[in-house]
């Protein structure tokens, strides 16, 4: 990115040092200094999008107050070239500027001042500066296009200013705890609309064709949540008037017009439920959906106050071929954007170490509050999968704690430790001291810190406190300050022992923070650990809320748990506590017996937590795998879709961990074959219209498997191919469909290969193409790989297209990551073409560390890593030894267990 500095026509100086006036500072740190604050805004932005042209004008004013004596104004800016700059004073005196001067390192716009601006005072500060929309790397205020039905290219500008973005687009106090109002004007076309966070209060028309739209003071406001949008899409809005008006809109481009109305049903009905939830009214009268073209929004989605902006992808949904596992899909990001209206914009984090008060909630309220508003779709059962993979991240040594201060790399905190890790650990707590009291706590956060607006972890603790002192859910002498800082300021999670002390009912219970392999020197973390149980008689007691609290640093801790005849124990039942469980023989033996004899007795989501947590602590050394092994064998008599699909994020595991062995994958599929066999005889082969998102998802996972074995599968994926060669029209429109053909694609000859993608590149729906680009991913010769990948080269596919393709095939096998390894080495503009940011390059980098075992692919992607990020070479190496040292400890054993799996004995 370029650094444009342009300075005054004075000689650039620095201004003199007094002993009875302020120093000019060197700036050492990355944050601002606290010497200023903005307490408004005045933005007029000049566009010409609508012409095709990409530079815009913008006039800036921006109310100040002077915290302490300084002769400086410190704000951020990048990119802006100032073409004015002006400070009056509150009596709209010019005060007298030495110079301005940019630091590019920091992104700083330093102001030196000839006269010191003193404490307690206010300062106006005017700033016309000129910018460009011509920008690639997706940030900022920037371009966007569509095709239209004549197809001609129309454009568009929109924002994207999280983390740290909105200085690129105008001058700004650009930190998360600075919040204020914003007054603004956009100028735009006369056939365009401008779209901002507040409603529009007016527009005036303008001279050659264009007018000006004047919207409504914002309430304070972070930088980053400041949004635009310029363009002629179509709007769906529906009013809503109780508690009181509120309009609700999902724009999109004129194309889409008939794919609107499913987000805003579902906007209208979260929205009511959140604020029903937490007792509180949304802050503004409307609240827009913007749907982007993939290839030109690299966020899945930005919570902006009022102007919330999506992946066309994930809000846009077709009545006539999408099924509810799509509609799921638009309730989950709507959901998670709308949570964050109140936690992240009502109450913005004082920093970035506590982006985890946003995205936790957002990603927890997501599942829970759309469990009222969309019960059809079983929301917080599906929230299992979040915990399993926060739980699998926690398990790295190196990962980071929730609560985590940086002044750079912001970006790389908004991982899975900020939105799974902390959303799994308020889930803990909310079932710990019971929902009312918890969401009674929440309800006090908002109402204490909503005027002021800006929070930390302490005034989050300060809340829950208050709620559970009146509520008592806590034993004497814990507070919640304690509890909550044992899991936000320590990395890890732990791993808690249970062992039956001889024939007593008393259970001797240990923590240990749990690791994905064996460490030399673990850490000494511990936390506060809610304990959980359920035995058949106990009639579900403390299925969720705390038996008892184990304490940290306390080790043989023990608890008697009443046992009827014939009981058995499970800790944490429907795996809400945050850890993970180990048992001694006899107990994991008791637990077996009854998955197989009783499996009814057991809730779904334990069963998930068992496959999950025995499977995990058998790769870790922390269990054998004859138990791991035997408790994943009882899915053969499983057909319900929670435990089927952890049980398929295992699979994959081990799936991508034994692909360097031929021998060791297919004794896997052939294990995973008859295991899912039955899950593909209850289900069926094809979709049919109107059955629920768990069935589809269910058919998916039975298809990916069985079809190995099963004849009736493997022909109709033999008529489905056949179908497919010799239409010049795909008709490929779920990944139902596309799951069924993959079986016959990875034979795929040249012939039949070339005549698809002549197809594919003829094909203008989205949603066929996906799905093609997905299938062709099976393809199992490497030749015929390699020729598909010089076919996305062509410029009839789009740059999210040729990122989808990659990922697919290397992630399929280690034929096809070998391919593309071997393609990307001989196209190094590959990754320019696809327009990738630094973020994505290194998420793109990491997810295929991911997969890489055989030592061939090893030393490519090490190279490959070394040319292109050698920053990143130090993360990559890590995980690849990892790869190495799992397959060193585990593929043998492993292999052994597939080619003859144990079988329990009820007898």
């Known amino acids: 990115m370029s650094k444009i500095v342009v300075i005054f026509a004075l000689i650039v100086s620095v201004c003199n040092a007094s002993p009875f006036g302020p120093q000019v500072r060197e700036f050492t740190s990355y944050r601002l200094p606290n010497t200023t604050i903005p307490t408004h805004y005045e933005l007029y ?14 006039n800036l004013k921006i109310s100040i107050s002077i915290l302490e004596n300084t002769k400086q104004i410190v704000l951020h800016s990048v990119r802006n070239v100032i073409d004015r700059l002006e400070i009056h004073n509150s009596n709209h005196l010019s005060v007298p500027i030495e110079n301005f001067e940019f630091d590019d390192d920091k992104e700083f716009l330093i102001i030196n001042c000839k006269e010191i601006l003193h404490a307690g005072t206010k300062y106006f500060l005017y700033i016309d500066f000129t910018n460009s929309l ?36 105008f001058p700004c106090y650009d930190e998360p705890g600075i919040k204020t109002t914003f007054n603004i004007k956009i100028s735009c076309g006369i056939d365009y609309h401008a779209k901002s966070n507040s409603p529009a209060l007016g527009i005036s028309i303008l001279p050659g064709d264009k007018k000006v739209t004047t919207f409504q003071t914002t309430p304070r406001m ?50 009511h439920e959140l604020e029903t939830y937490f007792n509180h009214s949304y802050a503004m009268s409307k609240i827009d959906n913007v749907a982007v073209d993939n290839d030109h929004f690299w966020a899945g989605a930005m919570e902006n106050w009022g102007l919330v902006t999506y992946r066309e992808s994930t809000i846009l949904f077709d009545p006539e071929t999408d099924g509810e596992d799509m509609q799921l899909n638009v ?56 915990r399993e993979y926060a739980l699998e991240v926690d398990a790295d040594p190196a990962v980071r704690p929730m609560t985590y201060y940086a002044e750079t790399g912001i970006r790389w905190l908004f991982d899975s430790i900020a939105y799974q890790k902390s959303a799994s650990v308020l889930r803990m707590l909310n079932y710990a001291v019971s929902e009312s009291t918890f969401k009674k706590g929440l309800r006090y956060y908002i109402q204490h810190n909503e005027n002021d607006g800006v929070v930390t972890e302490l005034d989050l603790f300060d809340s829950l406190e208050q ?50 392999e064996p460490q030399e020197m673990p850490g000494k973390e511990s936390w506060w650990i809610p304990i959980s149980y359920f035995t058949p008689s106990s009639d579900g007691k403390y299925n969720s809320s705390a038996a008892f609290w184990m304490a940290p640093n306390k080790s043989n801790v023990t608890y008697e748990i009443e046992l009827q005849e014939g009981d058995f124990v499970l800790i944490n039942p429907l ?185 594919l590149i003829s094909t203008r729906d989205k949603n066929i193409r996906s799905h093609v680009i997905e299938a062709l991913a099976c393809i199992k010769n490497e030749h015929v790989i390699l020729q598909y990948l010089d076919s996305i080269k062509s410029k009839s596919f789009k740059e999210s297209e040729k990122l989808q393709a990659v990922q697919a095939i290397y992630q399929k096998s280690s034929k096809g990551l070998n391919a593309v390894l071997e393609f990307i080495d001989k196209s190094p503009d590959f990754l320019d073409e696809i327009k990738l940011n ?70």
């Open 838 to 907: 630094q973020h994505e390059l290194f998420t793109v980098l990491k997810n295929m560390a991911e997969y890489t075992v055989e030592t061939g692919a090893v030393a490519k992607l090490t190279k490959f890593v070394q040319r292109v990020a050698p920053s990143l070479l130090p993360t990559i190496e890590a995980k690849l030894q990892y790869n190495r040292r799992w397959v060193q400890r585990n593929a043998a054993i492993v292999s052994s267990f597939l080619k003859s799996p144990p079988r329990v004995d009820l007898r």
């Open 467 to 516: 709620a559970v002192k009146e509520d008592d859910k806590l034993p004497r002498g814990m507070t919640m300050h304690e509890v909550f800082a044992s899991w936000s300021n320590q990395p890890g999670a732990p791993l808690v022992t249970v062992g039956r002390d001889g024939d007593t009912n008393v259970f001797v219970f240990n923590q240990e923070r749990f690791y994905y």
């Open 45 to 58: 932005l000049d566009t010409n999008v609508h012409i095709g042209e990409f530079k815009y004008i913008g």
């Open 222 to 271: 972070q930088t980053y949540l400041v949004a635009f949008l310029v363009s002629d899409f179509v709007i769906e809005r529906r009013v809503v008037h109780q508690p009181r008006q509120v309009a609700v809109s999902t724009l999109a481009r004129p194309t889409a017009k008939h794919l609107l109305t499913y987000s805003v049903d579902s906007s209208v009905k979260f929205l």
């Open 331 to 386: 309730v989950g990001i709507v959901g998670h954007e709308y949570t964050h209206q109140f936690f992240g914009n009502l109450l913005a984090p004082k920093w970035w170490s506590y982006l985890w008060l946003n995205e936790g909630f957002a990603r927890l309220y997501q599942y829970y509050v759309s469990e009222f508003s969309h019960p059809e779709f079983n929301m917080r059962e599906r929230f299992g999968w979040v």
């Open 575 to 759: 795996a809400r506590g945050y850890y993970r469980v180990n048992y001694d023989p006899q107990t994991w033996a008791d637990i077996i017996y009854n998955l197989y004899a009783n499996t009814n007795a057991i809730d779904n989501l334990s069963k998930s937590q068992l496959i999950d947590d025995s499977m995990n602590l058998a790769h870790a050394g922390k269990l054998d795998y004859d138990t791991a092994f035997n408790i994943f064998s009882y899915l053969q008599y499983e057909t319900e879709y929670v435990p089927w699909a952890t049980a398929a994020s295992t699979l994959k595991f081990l799936h991508r961990m034994l692909r360097d062995d031929e021998q060791s994958l297919e004794h896997l599929e052939n294990y995973a074959a008859h295991l899912a066999v039955n899950l593909l005889t209850v289900h069926g082969i094809n979709s049919v219209k109107g059955e629920s998102a768990n069935i589809i998802e269910s058919r998916l996972i039975a298809l990916e498997w069985a079809c190995k074995i099963d004849s009736r599968c493997q022909a109709e994926s033999r008529a489905r191919f056949d179908t497919l060669k010799k239409s010049s029209s795909l008709s490929l429109r779920s990944k139902t469909e596309r799951q069924i053909i993959c079986h016959q694609i990875q034979e795929i000859d040249v012939n039949d290969f070339t005549t698809v993608v002549e197809n």
């Open 134 to 169: 011509d920008r690639d790397d997706r940030a900022g205020f920037y371009r966007s296009y569509y095709e239209n039905d004549d197809e001609e290219i129309k454009h568009l500008a929109l924002t994207q200013f999280e983390p740290s973005d909105a200085r690129s687009a």
